[in-house]
């Protein structure tokens, strides 16, 4: 309930934004006219607290941070909006009157799709929670003109449709021209020595005209309206025509196309270092503008300088934003005029690092030739920074040149961005335990022997107010029922629901909950694939992009298995189940694409075969994204969580799923061994090789899948029926090439690289039992219970409150209105 909230005052605007807005009256408006003027409507009573927040923030002169991240993957932004500022009732009674239904117009509104996965999720619960807590924030990314691509599945192919997410505008934007700001490619460096020193000034490049757009990020119940300001970018021409005038209409011309094509669309590659030109001009232009703005924001305030990491922190979202690092040097040194060791001081106690992967194909390593011709003056900071580097090394490790070999800054002909960060950052932090364990003892070794100060873990979090109290309001309602509603701010308050896990009435209550959220995945499976499932079943799901170390594969090799196991026996005692999956694969990430072609044609099968009365659905459910993922994980019974132990940094679906109640079936990797230690193992169905045993086959080259191959007879079949058109017939090789990756060397430089076939049968037998213990209905819920009970650690507020402890050493604003 929101006191100051006056539903009367709220339902005149929506219909004057119809009559603004449409010329139309409210019975003639469409549903997404509707949206807009809700949306406008909702903009209007935050707008007063968004202007009071920056205010107090002024007042207090409190230390920020900006969280500079090329994703942010927010989802839509109406629902999640009117439940944080408490007035999702009276709205949605406003709506009732009006004759229409939230969810309908919720609906309208496409998702916000900035951002690839976990990383540009994470970074959008981030924001949620410093909101929240009332913390100094920034969210810094691009607007891109297209987000993550959608997929649409034709004939079980992946098909990418350009994501026109701004098509309809959008409401919740407001377009800042007055912090407009200049960002330069290219050209060359002149060095004019003045007054005794040296001034660095780069000619002959283009340059674009960086353009703010601020989005609204509202804290739940609190007043607080923080700030994600998204760049768009503008040719330069149209604020001055001089080149034009000058006759150089070529380069005019090259400007304008430069701010088209920059910001144009989103890499949709996840953990995929591509190496493309543009995407390092993505990075420095949003950085460019973004570090400006804050250095200019802080000189109106401050006149030294030299205390800027007094206010301002720096957290970079991967390596993707790591020119941060020479883009405030060149501004520390060129416009303000200070000395090396001065903004090398001030640069290295602003940057903090977040590494998200070990895959060693996501590392950005970008080739001098391209980084210096497209950023000549930062590539010769980095060239400074990278020899002092290197003489820090070699005091430390004297005639080692093995050290600068394997550290060095520049080496081999490429920038390792990776390196830069950690050298210039005062804090090196990993995503979960074992994921920063590995980067310690493995990946950064040398990193961390050098300077083990600065590494440090903050496990990943979420939100649970989009993902319970948004994603799941019959069990948000039923939670706060039981225990009051502190969970909604203090998530580790949920264990006072352990009491009731027990209870037999709890348990049917929670189960007929899952079994309504089962209803309406199954009404939306209906409608968007046309497959029927039953809410009965075990809905056993696998949502997350699409990447090898996730082991889809496995899944749905373990699905053809199953399904043999009932073709030779007919009458084989099963508890029926639906497995589902969701995901997106790179558009150039063959393998992966092939997958899903796999999944749907192993669906198409199954899914019309009478014999098997329907004991097996396999569901793929097209374009999964933020806003079909709430309903998803509302309904899961079952959570894969099956990466090659050590591959996944920390995943963050594994603790959406355990807040709905879904129990884990996974392997020990990333925050899967802090779920199974929260909850218990026995509350989890955990398998496979350890992460020290993948990282020893690893070191010793690996293992030989022939064997398993010649032994294991169910396995071979299985295998056999990708290249015997099984589920092919009219193309008998279409799957040759996932044969080929799981048995033959020539085909990757290890066959099994993900160990697929080592850890196969550890895997059936942990759906066995999965199978086995969801017969006792008792133990199933009391266990669902648990895991939504034991949750509280996984809540991004926590993560935040550590980060804020460890790193940024912000404090608490209050904003009263
Ligand atoms: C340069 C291409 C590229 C693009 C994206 C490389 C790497 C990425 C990301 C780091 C991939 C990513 O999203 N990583 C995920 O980050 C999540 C949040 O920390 C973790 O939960 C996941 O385990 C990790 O895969």
Not at 514 to 536: M, W
Not at 634 to 650: R, W
Request: hydrophobic fraction near 40%; proline fraction near 3%.
């Amino acid at each position: 309930m929101n006191k100051g909230f006056d539903k009367a005052t709220f339902k005149r605007t929506v219909l004057d934004n119809v009559k603004n807005m449409f010329r139309r009256t409210i019975d003639e408006a469409t549903p997404q006219q509707v949206f807009q003027a809700v949306a406008y409507a909702v903009k209007d009573v935050i707008i007063d607290e968004w202007i009071a927040t920056h205010k107090e923030y002024e007042k207090k002169d409190a230390k920020t941070v900006y969280y500079l991240s090329m994703e942010f993957l927010m989802g839509r932004a109406l629902g999640n909006n009117i439940i944080n500022i408490c007035a999702r009732e009276e709205v949605k009674e406003v709506l009732d009157e009006l004759g229409f239904d939230l969810n309908v117009i919720e609906d309208q509104e496409p998702d916000a799709a900035l951002g690839n996965g976990g990383l540009g999720r994470l970074a959008a619960c981030f924001l949620d929670s410093l909101a929240t807590l009332g913390y100094p924030a920034y969210g810094c990314g691009i607007r891109y003109r297209y987000g993550m691509f959608k997929q649409k599945i034709e004939n079980g192919f992946q098909v990418e449709v350009p994501d026109d997410w701004l098509k309809d505008g959008n409401p919740f934007e407001i377009r800042r021209p007055e912090y407009a700001t200049e960002v330069k490619f290219g050209g060359y460096v002149r060095i004019e020595n003045r007054d005794g020193r040296n001034r660095f000034i780069q000619e002959g490049y283009q340059s674009v005209m960086a353009v703010p757009y601020d989005l609204p990020v509202i804290g739940y119940g609190n007043n607080v309206v923080n700030t994600l300001r998204i760049w768009d970018a503008q040719p330069i021409n149209t604020f001055n025509l001089d080149s034009f005038d000058r006759g150089d209409y070529q380069k005019a011309v090259e400007q304008e196309n430069l701010a088209k094509t920059i910001v144009e669309v989103l890499y949709p590659n996840d953990n995929h270092y591509a190496g493309k030109e543009l995407r390092l001009k993505q990075q420095y232009f949003f950085i460019s503008a973004s570090v400006q703005r804050a250095v200019k924001k802080y000189k109106e305030k401050h006149d030294d300088i030299r205390k800027f990491y007094d206010k301002v922190v720096f957290q970079l979202n991967d390596t993707h934003p790591t020119v941060t690092i020479p883009e405030l040097m060149r501004i520390l040194l060129d416009e303000e005029g200070l000395t090396w060791d001065e903004a090398w001081e001030v640069t290295t106690r602003t940057c903090a690092y977040t590494n998200h992967t070990i895959m060693s194909e996501a590392l950005e390593k970008w080739p001098i030739e391209l980084f210096s011709r497209l950023l000549p003056r930062i590539y010769q900071i980095v060239e400074e920074i990278n020899r002092r580097f290197i003489e820090q090394i070699q005091s430390k490790y004297p005639g080692n040149y093995e050290k600068v070999k394997k550290m060095a800054i520049i080496y081999d002909g490429q920038v390792k961005m990776a390196y830069m960060a950690i050298a210039a950052s005062f804090s090196v932090n990993g995503v979960a335990r074992l994921h920063t364990e590995i980067l310690k003892n493995e990946e950064l070794k040398d990193f961390y022997q050098m300077m083990p100060e600065k590494f440090n873990n903050k496990t990943n979090g979420i939100t649970q107010r989009r993902f319970l109290l948004h994603g799941n309001p019959l069990l948000a309602d039923w939670v706060t029922d039981k225990i009051g509603d502190e969970w909604i701010t203090n998530l580790p308050h949920i264990e006072k629901l352990a009491i009731y896990a027990s209870d037999y009435k709890c348990q049917q209550e929670f189960m007929n909950i899952k079994y309504q959220n089962k209803i309406r995945l199954a009404k939306y499976i209906k409608e968007h694939n046309g497959v029927d499932v039953d809410p009965r079943s075990i809905f056993d799901v696998q949502v997350k992009r699409l990447h090898e170390y996730k082991r889809q594969l496995m899944n749905i090799l373990h699905v053809m298995y199953l399904y043999n196991q009932l073709k030779d026996n007919p009458n084989m005692d099963m508890v029926p189940r639906t497995f589902i999956f969701g995901a997106k694969a790179a558009a150039g990430y063959k393998r992966a694409k092939l997958t899903i072609k796999l999944i749907n044609s192993v669906a198409d099968v199954i899914n019309n075969d009478k014999t098997i009365n329907g004991r097996l659905k396999v569901v793929f459910i097209e374009d999964y994204r933020v806003s079909n993922a709430e309903l998803i994980f509302a309904a899961a019974d079952v959570s894969e969580q099956i990466s090659t132990a050590s591959k996944e940094a920390s995943g963050t679906s594994n603790m959406k799923f355990m807040l709905n109640g879904a129990l884990t079936l996974g392997t020990m990797d990333g925050a899967n061994v802090e779920i199974v230690e929260e909850v218990g193992a026995d509350r989890a169905f955990i398998f496979g090789m350890s992460s020290d045993e993948v990282i020893r086959y690893e070191n010793n080259g690996g293992y030989n899948p022939m064997e398993i191959f010649n032994n294991d007879q169910d396995i071979r079949r299985v295998l056999m029926q990708l290249i015997n058109g099984y589920f092919s017939p009219q193309d008998p090789e279409l799957f040759r090439d996932i044969y080929n990756s799981l048995l033959n060397t020539k085909s990757s430089d290890r066959a099994d690289t993900y160990f697929i076939l080592k850890d196969f049968r550890s895997y059936a037998e942990a759906h066995k039992k999965v199978d086995r213990a969801y017969r006792d209905e008792a133990w199933w819920a009391e266990s669902a219970i648990l895991n939504v009970a034991h949750c509280g650690k996984f809540t991004s507020d926590r993560t935040i409150e550590e980060y804020v402890r460890d790193i940024w050493h912000l404090s608490k604003v209050q904003v009263e209105m």
